[in-house]
């Protein structure tokens, strides 16, 4: 099976600007989970989506939002950049426990 | 508060030692501990979970324990390699009312020397 992707895989924008992410996750799998991922912060739970709703949310603010499609795909939006949004987002999806991360987007916010 | 710790400090050892990394997490009703392998400019990689009712677990070089009286994971991986040089992660997932939730550490930076 194909892993997870995750287009694009850098990216840069200046503040103010507004991005989406987009992960396709592993054939078969019905949960996708976002993270942030800064070297200060760690892996930081942004959100989960299940069957296109979303299950679990962390504590990042209203700017960052998800969704799911019927396909599973998902996408992640950031509005109005700000500097610490630089960081590599994850996508991972899993059918059980196991998270199968993709390769991340690095985003730069100039 | 709650909190889950990794070694700090990078771990430096030579090549055929054990490298041993360190998970410690504070008032969390755990339910299992995950341990990812991370390489530079990728995304986590699954390597083992460990149930709370499951005191060790084995795969190829890889050891894991789980006690969650001292509230602690040790991931032992023996006749280490240069190629085992990477960051590794815990996750513990814990109980929160109905839901499960997920916590990753840090990361620990392991580097084997030849």
């Known amino acids: 099976k194909a892993g997870v992707t995750q287009t694009p895989r850098y990216l840069i924008k200046t503040r103010g600007q507004q991005v989406t992410l987009s992960c396709s996750p592993i054939?078969?799998?019905?949960?996708v989970s976002w993270y942030q991922q800064t070297p200060g912060q760690g892996l930081q739970f942004l959100f989960e989506?299940?069957?296109?709703?979303?299950?679990n949310k962390g504590n990042f603010p209203g700017r960052f939002s998800g969704r799911q499609f019927s396909n599973s795909r998902s996408e992640m939006n950031v509005s109005t950049l700000e500097l610490g949004d630089s960081a590599l987002y994850l996508c991972?999806?899993?059918?059980?426990?196991?998270?199968?991360f993709g390769p991340g987007t690095r985003l730069l916010v100039l | 508060s709650q909190k889950i710790e990794q070694n700090s400090e990078a771990l430096n050892i030579q090549e055929g030692k054990t490298a041993t990394l360190t998970c410690n997490y504070t008032n969390y009703s755990p339910a299992y501990l995950q341990w990812y392998r991370q390489d530079p400019g990728r995304g986590p990689v699954f390597l083992l979970l460990i149930r709370e009712n499951e005191k060790e677990k084995r795969k190829e070089r890889l050891k894991v324990t789980f006690d969650t009286t001292l509230k602690q994971s040790l991931f032992h991986i023996t006749a280490s390699q240069p190629a085992d040089s990477a960051t590794y992660l815990c996750?513990?997932?814990?109980?929160?009312?109905?839901?499960?939730?997920?916590?990753w550490g840090l990361g620990t930076s392991l580097a084997v020397n030849p």
């Open positions: 054939s078969g799998h019905r949960s």
């Open positions: 989506y299940f069957s296109e709703t979303q299950r």
């Open positions: 991972a999806s899993s059918l059980k426990e196991t998270q199968y």
């Open positions: 996750a513990l997932a814990f109980r929160a009312g109905n839901n499960r939730k997920l916590i």
